[in-house]
């Protein structure tokens, strides 16, 4: 069972960048589809972006398309998700996820979770 640790949350003006990192523990982190999702007080989990186990292909969240990229580099059992022209709506709790399956963007299917990390939009 692969575990995942969230860090480069924090807090950063509006229209600023930050980059978060998903490493996870386990051999066989590079056969995990990975996904990014965050959660707002008061609201649902929702889907961010996600990639596929070999990292071709990556699905994103239409409120975040153009603005972030998620990547993996499976040699460093990591997952990234890199954040541009941040809004105050995308402050959060932002979780990293994986399921051995292919992608989806229902949280609910994802097997293994980290423990999050908040990320704060100053307006």
């Known amino acids: 069972q692969v575990q995942l640790a969230e860090s480069g949350g924090g807090l950063v003006q509006a229209g600023g960048s930050l980059r978060l990192s998903c490493v996870a523990s386990g051999r066989t982190f590079s056969r995990y589809t990975m996904g990014w999702f965050r959660q707002a007080p008061g609201k649902e989990r929702e889907f961010v972006a996600s990639?596929?186990?070999?990292?071709?292909?990556?699905y994103y969240a239409d409120s975040v398309k153009g603005r972030f990229t998620i990547s993996r580099d499976n040699a460093k059992n990591t997952v990234y998700l890199q954040m541009r022209s941040l809004k105050p709506e995308d402050t959060a709790v932002y979780y990293c996820a994986g399921r051995i399956l292919g992608t989806t963007t229902n949280p609910s299917l994802y097997d293994v979770w980290g423990q999050g990390t908040q990320v704060t939009v100053s307006s």
């Open positions: 990639i596929t186990y070999t990292g071709s292909v990556t």
